[in-house]
């Protein structure tokens, strides 16, 4: 596993459609949050999985409140 590596992803905000850059801990295989959207201030669910190559794959939903 990589350590203490941070990656940075771009992608799309689910509310405001907006492109947002975001870091993403590869150090971590699996992992689910809540961050804001740079844009539009709304929370986002991330669930992050991170390859044996060290690849991070992002998915991104509406925190469904």
């Known amino acids: 596993m990589t350590a203490n590596r941070l990656e940075e992803v771009n992608t799309q905000c689910p509310y405001c459609w907006q492109s947002i850059q975001v870091l993403i801990d590869c150090s971590v295989e699996a992992q689910e ?3 804001d959207c740079q844009v539009c201030c ?3 669910v991330f669930d992050v999985l991170v390859d044996d190559g060290g690849s ?3 998915n991104l939903s509406s925190d469904g409140s």
């Open 56 to 58: 991070p794959t992002v």
């Open 42 to 44: 709304r929370p986002i």
């Open 33 to 35: 949050y809540i961050e």
